[in-house]
């Protein structure tokens, strides 16, 4: 069955530091990967997605990922934090056969010292 | 161009009791998910509609149910309320049934607590 584990449930970084989020996937074939953020008491806001080709994919807000086949892994970067990041991430796989449905992990919170 | 719309914001209820939730797709799509999200966890698939059918389901009981109407908004209703069902539901529109991975956007949510 296809699942998604963030390793990291809270990561605390100083604005201007640089970021990393972990994500690991399972899943039998290419996956289609996705990293959204929730800043409380909103929905989910996509960033960035992946479907094929170039593995390092762009996304808003500055965020790139990614994709790492070798490693099943699809981790989330920004070179320098701003305190607006602070937020709820989360890294999702569509599930598997287009079935219509997001597999997410668990969320990693992040917090941003000034 | 409006978002997803979800009501109420917020609600409390009592174990045993029913809830609605409502959710208004963004304009111009046409298939509505639902996910339900505890606190400290990721959002889980609970179904999907669309052409006003259940599509697709994800491993929840029959107390969750739902309906979809002609103008594509749809309902999430769970009877029976336990203690377990306070989350956040989230509703999540699309354009076309397995085209979610190219533009689902999501509502803000519906906070429900059980008293």
Redesign the interface.
Known sequence: AQSVTQPDIHITVSEGASLELRCNYSYGATPYLFWYVQSPGQGLQLLLKYFSGDTLVQGIKGFEAEFKRSQSSFNLRKPSVHWSDAAEYFCAVWGSGNTGKLIFGQGTTLQVKP | DAG?TQSPTHLIKTRGQQVTLRCSPKSGHD?V?W?QQAL??????IF?YYEEEE??R?NFPDRFSGHQFPNYSSELNVNALLLGDSALY?C?SSLG??Q??YG?T????TRLTVV
């Open positions: 997803v298939t998910s996910y400290g966890q990721g959002p889980q698939f999907q599509r697709q994800g989230l999540a049934l397995r979610g991975f689902y999501f509502g803000s949510g």
